[in-house]
Protein backbone atom coordinates (compact mmCIF):
# COMPACT_ATOMS: atom_id res chain seq x y z
CA UNK A 1 0.00 0.00 0.00
CA UNK A 2 1.12 3.08 -0.90
CA UNK A 3 1.85 6.11 1.43
CA UNK A 4 -0.57 9.43 1.76
CA UNK A 5 2.98 11.34 0.55
CA UNK A 6 3.17 8.75 -2.22
CA UNK A 7 -0.76 8.87 -3.28
CA UNK A 8 -0.35 12.80 -3.04
CA UNK A 9 2.85 12.85 -5.21
CA UNK A 10 0.97 10.78 -7.58
CA UNK A 11 -2.65 12.93 -7.91
CA UNK A 12 -0.17 16.03 -8.50
CA UNK A 13 1.13 14.14 -11.04
CA UNK A 14 -1.91 13.18 -12.56
CA UNK A 15 -3.61 16.95 -12.51
CA UNK A 16 -0.63 18.17 -14.38
CA UNK A 17 -1.17 16.21 -16.81
CA UNK A 18 -4.56 18.03 -17.29
CA UNK A 19 -6.95 18.99 -18.58
CA UNK A 20 -8.98 15.65 -18.78
CA UNK A 21 -11.88 15.10 -20.39
CA UNK A 22 -12.66 12.29 -18.13
CA UNK A 23 -13.59 11.48 -14.79
CA UNK A 24 -11.35 8.36 -14.28
CA UNK A 25 -11.07 6.79 -10.81
CA UNK A 26 -7.85 4.65 -10.77
CA UNK A 27 -8.08 3.54 -6.84
CA UNK A 28 -6.78 4.49 -3.54
CA UNK A 29 -8.40 7.69 -4.23
CA UNK A 30 -6.92 8.83 -7.22
CA UNK A 31 -8.65 10.13 -10.31
CA UNK A 32 -8.67 12.85 -12.83
CA UNK A 33 -10.98 15.74 -13.24
CA UNK A 34 -12.75 16.21 -15.95
CA UNK A 35 -13.07 19.80 -17.64
CA UNK A 36 -16.70 18.87 -18.82
CA UNK A 37 -17.70 17.35 -15.89
CA UNK A 38 -20.46 19.84 -14.96
CA UNK A 39 -22.29 19.97 -18.81
CA UNK A 40 -21.49 16.07 -19.72
CA UNK A 41 -21.19 14.45 -16.80
CA UNK A 42 -24.20 12.26 -16.97
CA UNK A 43 -23.48 11.03 -20.51
CA UNK A 44 -20.05 9.50 -19.19
CA UNK A 45 -21.93 7.57 -16.48
CA UNK A 46 -24.81 6.73 -18.77
CA UNK A 47 -22.55 5.53 -21.24
CA UNK A 48 -20.41 3.54 -18.57
CA UNK A 49 -23.06 1.66 -17.12
CA UNK A 50 -24.35 0.36 -20.43
CA UNK A 51 -21.42 -0.75 -21.78
CA UNK A 52 -20.49 -2.52 -18.65
CA UNK A 53 -24.11 -4.02 -18.77
CA UNK A 54 -24.14 -5.12 -22.12
CA UNK A 55 -20.63 -6.71 -22.04
CA UNK A 56 -21.47 -8.64 -18.38
CA UNK A 57 -24.72 -10.03 -19.65
CA UNK A 58 -22.77 -11.35 -22.92
CA UNK A 59 -19.42 -12.71 -21.31
CA UNK A 60 -20.63 -13.41 -17.77
CA UNK A 61 -17.73 -15.84 -15.76
CA UNK A 62 -15.50 -15.49 -19.23
CA UNK A 63 -14.94 -12.02 -19.08
CA UNK A 64 -11.70 -12.35 -17.39
CA UNK A 65 -10.34 -14.89 -20.46
CA UNK A 66 -11.47 -11.97 -23.21
CA UNK A 67 -9.20 -9.70 -24.71
CA UNK A 68 -10.77 -6.12 -25.90
CA UNK A 69 -10.33 -3.27 -28.67
CA UNK A 70 -11.37 0.52 -27.54
CA UNK A 71 -11.34 1.67 -30.75
CA UNK A 72 -10.94 5.86 -30.37
CA UNK A 73 -9.98 5.31 -26.60
CA UNK A 74 -9.36 9.02 -26.19
CA UNK A 75 -7.40 9.17 -22.69
CA UNK A 76 -9.04 5.38 -21.82
CA UNK A 77 -12.02 6.05 -19.83
CA UNK A 78 -13.39 2.77 -21.55
CA UNK A 79 -10.39 0.79 -21.21
CA UNK A 80 -10.00 1.36 -17.74
CA UNK A 81 -13.62 0.34 -17.46
CA UNK A 82 -13.15 -3.24 -18.85
CA UNK A 83 -10.33 -3.73 -16.89
CA UNK A 84 -12.65 -2.98 -14.12
CA UNK A 85 -14.85 -5.73 -15.26
CA UNK A 86 -11.71 -8.18 -15.37
CA UNK A 87 -10.84 -8.49 -18.86
CA UNK A 88 -7.61 -9.78 -19.30
CA UNK A 89 -5.70 -7.35 -22.04
CA UNK A 90 -6.89 -4.31 -23.40
CA UNK A 91 -5.27 -2.23 -26.75
CA UNK A 92 -6.77 0.96 -27.04
CA UNK A 93 -6.58 2.63 -30.23
CA UNK A 94 -6.45 6.60 -31.09
CA UNK A 95 -5.98 9.72 -33.69
CA UNK A 96 -3.94 11.50 -30.87
CA UNK A 97 -0.91 10.79 -29.35
CA UNK A 98 -1.56 13.54 -26.84
CA UNK A 99 -4.75 11.60 -25.18
CA UNK A 100 -2.58 7.90 -25.76
CA UNK A 101 0.24 9.51 -23.22
CA UNK A 102 -2.45 10.73 -20.63
CA UNK A 103 -3.98 6.57 -21.07
CA UNK A 104 -0.83 5.74 -21.23
CA UNK A 105 0.55 7.16 -18.16
CA UNK A 106 -2.47 6.46 -16.14
CA UNK A 107 -1.91 2.89 -16.91
CA UNK A 108 1.14 2.65 -15.50
CA UNK A 109 -0.13 4.39 -12.43
CA UNK A 110 -3.07 1.96 -12.02
CA UNK A 111 -0.42 -0.93 -12.56
CA UNK A 112 -1.92 -2.34 -15.35
CA UNK A 113 0.57 -3.90 -17.42
CA UNK A 114 -1.65 -5.61 -19.94
CA UNK A 115 -2.60 -2.78 -21.48
CA UNK A 116 -1.40 -1.23 -25.25
CA UNK A 117 -1.65 1.67 -26.82
CA UNK A 118 -1.43 2.49 -30.56
CA UNK A 119 -1.78 5.64 -32.06
CA UNK A 120 -3.49 5.46 -35.59
CA UNK A 121 -6.70 6.69 -37.38
CA UNK A 122 -9.50 4.40 -36.62
CA UNK A 123 -10.27 4.14 -40.94
CA UNK A 124 -6.75 2.80 -41.26
CA UNK A 125 -6.57 0.29 -38.43
CA UNK A 126 -5.58 -2.69 -40.54
CA UNK A 127 -2.51 -1.18 -41.29
CA UNK A 128 -1.73 -0.97 -37.08
CA UNK A 129 -3.74 -3.37 -34.74
CA UNK A 130 -3.59 -7.08 -35.78
CA UNK A 131 -4.87 -10.14 -34.49
CA UNK A 132 -9.04 -10.92 -32.82
CA UNK A 133 -10.45 -9.68 -29.99
CA UNK A 134 -13.49 -10.61 -28.29
CA UNK A 135 -15.06 -7.61 -27.54
CA UNK A 136 -14.27 -4.50 -29.18
CA UNK A 137 -15.42 -0.95 -28.36
CA UNK A 138 -16.27 2.11 -30.61
CA UNK A 139 -18.22 4.71 -28.04
CA UNK A 140 -18.45 8.12 -29.15
CA UNK A 141 -16.77 7.64 -32.21
CA UNK A 142 -18.96 7.36 -35.26
CA UNK A 143 -20.28 10.45 -35.77
CA UNK A 144 -16.98 12.63 -36.11
CA UNK A 145 -16.01 10.34 -38.96
CA UNK A 146 -15.34 11.16 -42.61
CA UNK A 147 -15.56 7.67 -43.22
CA UNK A 148 -17.83 5.86 -40.64
CA UNK A 149 -18.60 2.50 -42.62
CA UNK A 150 -15.16 2.33 -43.57
CA UNK A 151 -14.26 2.33 -39.71
CA UNK A 152 -16.61 -0.62 -38.89
CA UNK A 153 -15.59 -2.78 -41.60
CA UNK A 154 -11.99 -2.67 -39.97
CA UNK A 155 -13.42 -2.70 -36.29
CA UNK A 156 -15.30 -5.75 -37.35
CA UNK A 157 -12.31 -7.66 -39.20
CA UNK A 158 -10.67 -7.33 -35.76
CA UNK A 159 -14.21 -8.65 -33.62
CA UNK A 160 -14.75 -12.35 -33.16
CA UNK A 161 -17.54 -12.20 -30.85
CA UNK A 162 -19.05 -8.73 -29.49
CA UNK A 163 -19.15 -5.10 -30.61
CA UNK A 164 -20.54 -2.45 -28.36
CA UNK A 165 -21.17 0.35 -30.73
CA UNK A 166 -22.42 3.96 -28.93
CA UNK A 167 -23.08 7.15 -31.18
CA UNK A 168 -25.13 10.48 -31.58
CA UNK A 169 -27.79 9.33 -34.16
CA UNK A 170 -29.68 11.66 -36.81
CA UNK A 171 -33.64 11.58 -37.44
CA UNK A 172 -35.42 7.96 -39.36
CA UNK A 173 -35.27 8.60 -43.14
CA UNK A 174 -37.79 6.11 -45.28
CA UNK A 175 -38.67 5.95 -48.53
CA UNK A 176 -37.07 5.22 -52.37
CA UNK A 177 -35.16 6.36 -54.59
CA UNK A 178 -34.64 5.81 -58.52
CA UNK A 179 -31.70 3.57 -59.56
CA UNK A 180 -30.44 3.65 -63.14
CA UNK A 181 -33.71 4.34 -64.70
CA UNK A 182 -37.07 5.79 -63.59
CA UNK A 183 -38.48 1.99 -62.97
CA UNK A 184 -36.18 0.71 -60.57
CA UNK A 185 -36.62 1.82 -57.13
CA UNK A 186 -34.36 1.26 -54.10
CA UNK A 187 -35.42 1.68 -50.73
CA UNK A 188 -33.24 3.06 -48.27
CA UNK A 189 -31.74 1.13 -45.54
CA UNK A 190 -31.60 4.46 -43.36
CA UNK A 191 -28.94 7.07 -44.16
CA UNK A 192 -26.47 9.64 -42.77
CA UNK A 193 -26.85 12.77 -42.29
CA UNK A 194 -23.71 15.51 -43.20
CA UNK A 195 -22.17 17.46 -40.54
CA UNK A 196 -19.25 20.22 -40.75
CA UNK A 197 -17.28 19.86 -37.07
CA UNK A 198 -15.60 23.12 -38.28
CA UNK A 199 -16.62 25.38 -35.31
CA UNK A 200 -14.61 22.33 -33.40
CA UNK A 201 -11.35 23.43 -35.20
CA UNK A 202 -8.32 21.87 -33.35
CA UNK A 203 -10.82 20.24 -30.66
CA UNK A 204 -9.20 16.71 -29.42
CA UNK A 205 -12.86 14.99 -29.46
CA UNK A 206 -13.74 15.33 -33.34
CA UNK A 207 -12.25 13.47 -36.22
CA UNK A 208 -8.77 13.52 -38.26
CA UNK A 209 -11.30 15.81 -40.44
CA UNK A 210 -14.61 18.42 -40.15
CA UNK A 211 -16.65 16.41 -42.26
CA UNK A 212 -18.49 13.78 -40.32
CA UNK A 213 -21.48 11.62 -41.29
CA UNK A 214 -23.70 10.68 -38.53
CA UNK A 215 -26.01 7.83 -38.93
CA UNK A 216 -29.53 6.96 -38.34
CA UNK A 217 -30.46 3.24 -36.28
CA UNK A 218 -31.67 2.00 -39.18
CA UNK A 219 -28.59 2.40 -41.29
CA UNK A 220 -26.13 0.94 -38.12
CA UNK A 221 -27.88 -1.69 -37.95
CA UNK A 222 -28.15 -2.86 -41.38
CA UNK A 223 -24.41 -2.66 -41.83
CA UNK A 224 -23.40 -4.48 -39.08
CA UNK A 225 -25.49 -7.12 -40.31
CA UNK A 226 -23.65 -6.81 -43.59
CA UNK A 227 -20.21 -6.91 -41.58
CA UNK A 228 -21.47 -10.30 -40.43
CA UNK A 229 -22.81 -9.58 -36.88
CA UNK A 230 -26.25 -12.20 -36.47
CA UNK A 231 -27.69 -10.26 -33.80
CA UNK A 232 -28.01 -6.18 -33.29
CA UNK A 233 -29.52 -4.91 -30.08
CA UNK A 234 -30.47 -1.50 -28.71
CA UNK A 235 -29.20 -1.65 -25.04
CA UNK A 236 -31.84 0.24 -22.55
CA UNK A 237 -30.79 3.24 -21.00
CA UNK A 238 -31.44 3.35 -17.55
CA UNK A 239 -34.31 5.10 -16.01
CA UNK A 240 -33.11 7.80 -14.73
CA UNK A 241 -30.09 8.26 -17.72
CA UNK A 242 -29.02 10.60 -20.22
CA UNK A 243 -31.79 12.41 -21.87
CA UNK A 244 -30.55 11.95 -25.21
CA UNK A 245 -30.22 8.42 -24.38
CA UNK A 246 -33.66 7.79 -23.41
CA UNK A 247 -35.23 9.90 -26.60
CA UNK A 248 -32.81 8.01 -28.47
CA UNK A 249 -30.80 10.53 -29.99
CA UNK A 250 -28.09 8.77 -28.77
CA UNK A 251 -27.74 4.86 -28.96
CA UNK A 252 -25.91 2.37 -27.55
CA UNK A 253 -25.91 -1.09 -29.52
CA UNK A 254 -24.58 -4.37 -29.02
CA UNK A 255 -23.96 -6.53 -32.07
CA UNK A 256 -22.84 -10.34 -31.47
CA UNK A 257 -21.35 -12.80 -34.06
Not at 36 to 64: L, P, Q, S
Request: hydrophobic share 35%.
Amino acid sequence: MSSNSDLSQLQARIDAMGPWFYDIDLGNGLRTHSKVAATHDDIHVTRREMVARAARNHFGDRIGQIKALDVGCHEGYFSFLLKELGVSSVHGADLRSDSLQKAEALAGIAGHDSMEWTCCNCEELDQYVKGSHELCLCVGLLYHLENPIRCLRQVAARCSEMMILETQVCDEIQGQTEWGRQECRMPYQGGFALIDETCFDDNPETGASPLALCPSPNALETILKALGFRSVEVVEPPAEGNEQMLRGKRVVMAAIR
